[in-house]
């Protein structure tokens, strides 16, 4: 288990899925979590109570992050409440899938605003305020690397989180704080079930060489090991955590 006892980390879209799932490894790993929703307020209590029922520390706080001021709210929460912050996890995210020739504006704007703006908003607030030594994890996914049909913006919104992701490790390196990004392939949660067929997700399920979907703790478990002090040598990097998928 990572030991992360004394640390802060603030944790975006972890109400449900892999973000919840980060939220209480950390928390397990003796880290107080700033845990992070949008609109579940009930969801994100439940992930707080779970983890003070565990004998953690944690702490719900509403902020859309893909809005001016939402990172900041966090980050705000953190300082207030536990006195600064070590480790962010840029996790909150949406997918919408579509041919590009067929993707309305809308969407286009939506998957942007919080894909890539709110994580782009998130790296700033970090580099500024988290303390020497800190970590920044974000979340990219291996569709950056497959190039399915459907997956164009929500794959472009990915490789602009790798490319930041590289650039930043270089501009913090020398306050010690280390910037990597995690890939996941195909995960059980409702964001990637929604909307696929039982066939579908048996057919994606058979794309890894363990004929199984990813579980969110399969995830979690890479990014405690990142902000963990074990994870301190890593850096620059983008893991795919994918069961070998790609």
Do not use: C
Not at 60 to 81: C, H, M, N, R, Y
Not at 109 to 124: I, P, S, W
Request: no cysteine; hydrophobic share 45%; aromatic share 6%.
């Amino acid at each position: 288990m990572a030991n992360l006892e004394g640390s802060v980390a603030v944790v975006t879209g972890s109400s449900r899925g892999i973000g919840a799932a980060v939220a209480k490894r950390l928390a397990s790993g003796g880290a107080a979590v700033v845990v992070n929703y949008a609109h579940g307020q009930a969801e994100a209590d439940q992930v707080v109570q779970v983890i003070e029922e565990k004998g953690g520390t944690a702490l719900a706080v509403k902020a859309d992050i893909s809005t001016p001021g939402g990172v900041e709210a966090l980050f705000d929460a953190a300082e207030q409440t536990f006195g600064g912050a070590d480790i962010l996890v840029n996790n909150a995210g949406t997918m919408k899938l579509g041919a590009i020739a067929d993707v309305a504006d809308e969407h286009f704007e939506r998957q942007v605003a919080l894909n890539f703006t709110g994580v782009f908003r998130g790296m700033r607030v970090a580099a500024q305020r988290l303390r020497d030594g800190g970590r920044i994890i974000s979340f990219s996914s291996s569709v950056a690397g497959l190039y399915q049909p459907g997956y164009g913006v929500y794959a472009a919104t990915k490789a602009a989180v790798e490319a930041m992701t590289h650039v930043l490790a270089k501009e913090l390196g020398p306050r010690g704080i280390t910037v990597n990004a995690v890939s996941p392939g195909p995960v059980a949660t409702a964001f990637f079930l929604n909307g696929k067929t039982e066939e579908q997700v048996e057919a994606i399920a058979q794309m890894n060489p363990f004929k199984r979907l990813g579980q969110p703790e399969d995830i979690a478990a890479l990014v405690a090991f990142l902000a963990s002090g074990e994870g301190g040598w890593v850096n620059g990097q983008v893991i795919r955590v994918n069961g070998g998928v790609i």
